[in-house]
C-alpha cells in the first residue's frame, strides 16, 4: 500500500511540477527541424503560437531544413545537437524510441491527438500503449489515377486493364518495388512485419508470404505482368501513353496536367475479389527528451501547437500537405481535393510503414524482376509456393 501511495504521489508531483513549468512559460531558446518547403509556414506558425501564448513570448525559436527521411539518423547520431522538435517519417519511430531519441507525449496531449486523428495516423504514432510524436499528415501512400475518358470504372483491376487494352493506353504499376508489392500481399490477407528490440536491432520477422493468401497475390501480379497494357513504374512524369497509373500525392500537379479536363482519382480498386492495401504513410512531430521540465512543457506545447487541426489545415492550404485531422479533414478544401479524397479512401485499408531491413527491399525488387521477366508464367502452384517460401525464408533471416 505504501509503494503505490509512493507511486500517486510521485505521479502527482511529476504533473503538478509540468503544470507549473507551463504556467511559468519559458523564455529560453528552442530549435525546430522541419522539411525545407515548410520553414517559412513554421515560422510564421511559431509566431501565432507565441502571440496566443503570452508565457512563451519570449521563446526564441529557430528553423531549420532538415528533411523528415534524413531526421531520424541526424537525431538518432547525437542526440544532444538535435533540434528539440523535428519532423520525421513513421519508418523512422521504431529506432527513435530505441535510441531514447523521442520523448512519450505528455498524457493531456496524447488524448487530444487520439480523439482528433485518423486511425491511421495514431497508429503511426503508437509503440505499445504509448503515443511517442504528434501526427502531422496522412499523405504519405498510393492510390490510383486515371484519365476518365479511357476508364470507365476504376473500382476493379481486371476492368481497369480492359479498358486501357481496347484503347491500346498503358497502366503503369512499379511492382518490383517493395513498397509498392504489399498492394497486393496484405490486400490478400498476408503479413509482413518486424519486431525490433531496446537497441533497434530487428528481433522477429512476422510473415507468411508461404501460404494460401500468399499464392493469390502473387497469382495477381503474374497476372498483371502479362497484361499487354502493363507497365513496369510509378513516376507519372515519365509515363508515357498512360490511362492509369498507381501513384502518390506527390505528382498530383503532373496527374491534372497530363490528364486535362479527364483526371480522376480513386482508391485501389480491388483484384481477384480481393481488396488491393499497401502502405500507408504519415509525417509527425517528435519531442526530444529534455532535463529542463519547463523546456520540455514549451516543447509540448509548441508540437500540439503545429499539429492541430487549424494548423494542419492552414499548412494544407500553404503547402498542399493532407491532414491526419478528423475536422480538417472534413474542410470543403481539402474534400474537394480529388487525390487526397482517392489517398483518404486508400489509407483505411492499409498498415504504416514500420522498420524493415534494407535487403528486404532489394529481395522484393527481385521477386517482382521475376515476374516482370515471366519467370514464373505457367508454373505450378508448388513451384510458386517454394519461390514464396524462399522468399519468407530470407525474410525471416533478416531479423535475430
Same mark, same amino acid.
Given at each position: 500500500m505504501k509503494k503505490i501511495l509512493s507511486l500517486v504521489l510521485a505521479v502527482a508531483l511529476v504533473l503538478t511540477l509540468s503544470c507549473a513549468a507551463l504556467a511559468e512559460g519559458y523564455s529560453g531558446d528552442l530549435k525546430v527541424w522541419v522539411a525545407d518547403a515548410a520553414v517559412d509556414f513554421t515560422n510564421q506558425q511559431i509566431e501565432a503560437f507565441k502571440a496566443a501564448n503570452p508565457e512563451f513570448a519570449d521563446m526564441t525559436v529557430s528553423v531549420e531544413a532538415v528533411g523528415e527521411g534524413d531526421a531520424a539518423s541526424k537525431v538518432i547520431t547525437d542526440v544532444d545537437a538535435a533540434a528539440d522538435i523535428f519532423g520525421f517519417a513513421q519508418d523512422q519511430l521504431a529506432?527513435?524510441?530505441? /535510441?531514447?531519441?523521442?520523448?512519450?507525449?505528455?498524457?493531456?496531449?496524447?488524448?487530444?491527438?487520439?480523439?482528433?486523428?485518423?486511425?491511421? /495516423?495514431? %497508429?503511426?504514432? !503508437?509503440?505499445?500503449?504509448?503515443? +511517442?510524436? +504528434?501526427?502531422? $499528415?496522412? *499523405?504519405?501512400? @498510393?492510390?490510383? +489515377? @486515371?484519365?476518365?475518358?479511357v476508364v470507365t470504372d476504376p473500382s476493379t483491376l481486371e476492368g481497369i486493364l480492359a479498358d486501357c487494352e481496347a484503347a491500346g493506353k498503358s497502366f503503369y504499376m512499379e511492382i518490383n518495388s517493395g513498397w509498392y508489392q504489399t498492394a497486393f500481399f496484405f490486400g490478400a490477407g498476408c503479413t509482413l512485419t518486424y519486431e525490433s528490440d531496446n537497441d533497434g536491432n530487428l528481433t522477429a520477422c512476422n510473415v507468411d508470404y508461404a501460404s494460401e493468401n500468399g499464392l493469390k497475390a502473387l497469382k495477381s501480379m503474374i497476372a498483371l505482368a502479362n497484361s499487354p497494357a502493363f507497365v513496369n513504374g510509378s513516376s507519372i512524369s515519365n509515363a508515357t501513353n498512360v490511362?492509369?497509373?498507381?501513384?502518390? $500525392?506527390?505528382? !498530383?500537379?503532373?496527374?491534372?496536367?497530363?490528364?486535362?479536363?479527364? @483526371? /480522376?482519382?480513386? #482508391?485501389?480498386? !480491388?483484384?481477384?475479389?480481393?481488396?488491393?492495401?499497401?502502405?500507408?504513410?504519415? #509525417?509527425?512531430?517528435?519531442?526530444?527528451?529534455?532535463?529542463?521540465?519547463? #523546456?520540455?512543457?514549451?516543447? *509540448?506545447?509548441?508540437?500540439?501547437? =503545429?499539429?492541430?487541426?487549424?494548423?494542419?489545415?492552414?499548412? +494544407?492550404? %500553404? =503547402?498542399?500537405?493532407g491532414p491526419s485531422n478528423l475536422a480538417a479533414q472534413q474542410s470543403d478544401a481539402v474534400k474537394a481535393d480529388v487525390a487526397l479524397s482517392a489517398l483518404a479512401d486508400q489509407l483505411q485499408y492499409t498498415i504504416p510503414q514500420g522498420q524493415y531491413p534494407g535487403d528486404y527491399w532489394s529481395l522484393a525488387t527481385g521477386l517482382g524482376d521475376n515476374i516482370i521477366g515471366h519467370k514464373y508464367d505457367g508454373a505450378d502452384d508448388e513451384a510458386l509456393m517454394t519461390a514464396l517460401t524462399e522468399f519468407q525464408d530470407t525474410c525471416i533471416s533478416y531479423a535475430g
Open positions: 529506432r527513435m524510441v530505441a /535510441a531514447g531519441a523521442v520523448e512519450i507525449v505528455e498524457p493531456a496531449n496524447a488524448e487530444v491527438v487520439k480523439a482528433e486523428n485518423d486511425a491511421g /495516423a495514431v %497508429a503511426a504514432v !503508437t509503440m505499445g500503449d504509448e503515443l +511517442y510524436a +504528434y501526427p502531422l $499528415t496522412s *499523405d504519405n501512400g @498510393y492510390f490510383l +489515377y @486515371y484519365d476518365k475518358s490511362a492509369a497509373i498507381v501513384d502518390g $500525392t506527390w505528382d !498530383t500537379e503532373a496527374a491534372k496536367e497530363l490528364f486535362g479536363d479527364n @483526371y /480522376a482519382a480513386a #482508391k485501389l480498386p !480491388t483484384v481477384d475479389g480481393y481488396q488491393m492495401s499497401g502502405f500507408g504513410g504519415f #509525417k509527425m512531430l517528435g519531442v526530444k527528451p529534455q532535463e529542463d521540465e519547463a #523546456k520540455l512543457a514549451a516543447c *509540448d506545447a509548441l508540437a500540439a501547437w =503545429l499539429s492541430s487541426g487549424d494548423v494542419q489545415l492552414a499548412r +494544407y492550404e %500553404a =503547402l498542399g500537405w
